[in-house]
């Protein structure tokens, strides 16, 4: 089963994810809102994100060779 690329559930209710709120309009501000943070996040760790995440940088990271480097 393919994941969709956005997601966003409201837990308290739908604590199994059944239901996808991220195309939501009513969840629009949150979900920029958590993106924001979520590019925040990514750009203090040095996280070049989903792009570069291939099975090549998974198996090279497990050798301890990070092909994208290591957050600072």
Do not use: C, I
């Not at 994941?3 to 979900?31: C, G, H, I, S, V």
């Not at 943070?37 to 198996?59: K, N, Y």
């Amino acid at each position: 089963m393919l994941r969709p690329p956005e997601q966003l559930y409201l837990t308290t209710d739908d604590p199994y994810e059944m239901k996808n709120l991220a195309d939501d309009p009513k969840f629009a501000e949150t979900k920029s809102r958590l993106s924001d943070a979520l590019d925040e996040w990514m750009e203090s760790q040095s996280d070049p994100g989903a792009p570069v995440d291939t099975v090549e940088a998974l198996r090279a990271s497990r050798r301890g060779q990070h092909l994208h480097g290591l957050a600072k």
